[in-house]
T-cell receptor, first 115, second 115 residues
């Protein structure tokens, strides 16, 4: 069964460092998302991406964050200068074109720890 | 904007007992409703979804949920739980619109099944 894959599964970084989280969405999907879950809190929407541009972003997704689809398969989330409060589990998700029901397929997450 | 409230943050339950997880939503437009499950150290997996039609929807692993429009609720139930149902359960809503279709999650309910 096709699945969304994310790397790394866990990354530890120093405050102020840049981090790139990578995702390979399901191959025929065209809508991509990043969510985050701070430990013990709810899953929060960060950004959605379609047709090579951001379609929606939350107030969390400030200038320190960026997303990119550098080739036909990867979808990346970059945090330019990490802060302690960026420590969280980051989930990538994708959705097929024409499936206008909001059902997203999630990866297993990348745990980011900022020291 | 839409919001989701899960009234119970934790639900302890004995094996083979029934369980109900409560979910209420708020939205000014029509919605699609979802329950996702997160097993320990794993990603989010779709349990079931309500798009239209019958208000009682059945999902995987013996779970079912009932959409109640007048009460804006989408409670999840299972008549007899197993130890393996220990997980966190998230209710989510998506609005019916053309693009983006982000999911908005509730705060989650942690289910602990005891022998």
């Amino acid at each position: 069964e096709p699945e969304v894959t994310q790397t790394p599964s866990h990354q530890v970084t120093q405050m102020g460092q840049e981090v790139i989280l990578r995702c390979v969405p399901i191959s025929n999907h065209l809508y991509f998302y990043w969510y985050r879950q701070i430990l013990g809190q709810k899953v929060e929407f960060l950004v959605s991406f379609y047709n090579n541009e951001i379609s929606e972003k939350s107030e969390i997704f400030d200038d320190q964050f960026s997303v990119e689809r550098p080739d036909g398969s990867n979808f990346t989330l970059k945090i330019r200068s990490t802060k302690l409060e960026d420590s969280a589990m980051y989930f990538c998700a994708s959705r097929a074109s024409g499936q206008n029901t909001g059902e997203l397929f999630f990866g297993e997450g990348s745990r980011l720890t900022v020291l | 904007a839409q919001s989701v409230t899960q009234l119970d943050s934790q639900v302890p339950v004995f094996e083979e007992a029934p369980v109900e997880l409560r979910c209420n939503y708020s939205s000014s437009v029509s919605v699609y409703l979802f329950w996702y499950v997160q097993y320990p150290n794993q990603g989010l997996q779709l349990l079931l979804k309500y798009l239209s039609g019958s208000t009682l929807v059945k999902g995987i692993n013996g779970f079912e949920a009932e959409f109640n429009k007048s009460q804006t609720s989408f409670h999840l139930r299972k008549p007899s739980v197993h130890i393996s149902d220990t997980a966190e359960y998230f209710c989510a809503v998506s609005t019916i619109k053309a693009a983006g279709n982000k999911l908005t999650f509730g705060g989650g309910t942690r289910v602990l099944v005891k022998p």
